[in-house]
């Protein structure tokens, strides 16, 4: 069965996440309290409504405890965000995603019972200043304050010698998940795996591991 979503905000980052929900074929209500943004939206999810998410009757209206999954993406509008994160939760929802401004508001949030909150702009951020600072990072994505997920191109250095040869865990802190090779990849890669110059390695560690493997391997 496919899922169903609500989406609740429909600015650049609501409607992004629309868009990719509807592309992947997923049941989607986009709520705004916006009307012009509402309409944008309606040839695209599965339904759209004007409504305004801090009021308790509203949320009832729109059934909003049968859907799988809500997404809070209200932009500026703080006391809106944390006070329709609140009733979502009170109302039983299953899953509610939402959309930090700031360090203050993250904390409110998962105080209030969101399941998961994410920073969009902090973390493209962080992921841009990575790919700046490194040649050879390409993505970075932040699993904790402390842990990350990079992607990183194998320099010449780092050719011709195995998993087990580089002693990559013992001498840098970090594992090798998985290697992109041209249009393959390698997941959970043996250490007898010869790297080649310009295999993508896919890392995971602490950030201060992955940023000494970034200075001194490659």
């Known amino acids: 069965m496919k899922k169903e979503f609500a989406v609740i905000g429909l600015g650049r980052f609501g409607g992004s996440i629309c868009n990719e929900?509807?592309?992947?074929?997923?049941?989607?209500?986009?709520?705004?309290?916006?009307?012009?943004?509402?309409n944008k939206f309606a040839a695209v999810a599965s339904h759209a409504v004007c409504a305004d998410t801090t009021d308790e009757k509203?949320?009832?209206?729109?059934?909003?405890?049968?859907?799988?999954?809500?997404?809070?993406?209200?932009?500026?509008?703080?006391q809106a965000s944390i006070l329709t994160t609140l009733m979502l939760k009170e109302l039983g929802v299953k899953k509610v995603s939402a959309k930090a401004q700031n360090d203050y508001h993250e904390k409110v949030l998962r105080k209030i019972g969101a399941d998961h909150?994410?920073?969009?702009?902090?973390?493209?951020g962080k992921r841009i200043a990575h790919n700046m600072v490194s040649n050879n990072v390409l993505d970075y994505l932040e699993l904790s304050d402390e842990h990350s997920i990079a992607e990183v191109v194998?320099?010449?250095?780092l050719g011709g010698n195995s998993i087990i040869d580089l002693n990559i865990r013992a001498r840098h802190g970090i594992n090798i998940v998985a290697i992109k090779r041209g249009n393959d990849i390698l997941v959970s890669p043996q250490a007898d795996e010869l790297?080649?110059?310009?295999?993508?390695?896919?890392?995971?560690?602490a950030d201060s591991d992955i940023?000494?493997?970034e200075r001194k391997a490659l």
């Open 21 to 38: 929900l509807a592309e992947q074929g997923m049941q989607v209500m986009a709520i705004d309290i916006n009307e012009e943004r509402v």
């Open 58 to 78: 509203v949320l009832k209206s729109l059934g909003i405890r049968n859907f799988d999954h809500v997404i809070v993406a209200i932009g500026d509008d703080i």
């Open 117 to 124: 909150v994410v920073h969009p702009e902090r973390d493209m």
């Open 154 to 157: 194998a320099s010449e250095k």
């Open 195 to 205: 790297i080649r110059a310009g295999d993508i390695l896919i890392v995971i560690g």
């Open 211 to 213: 940023n000494r493997f």
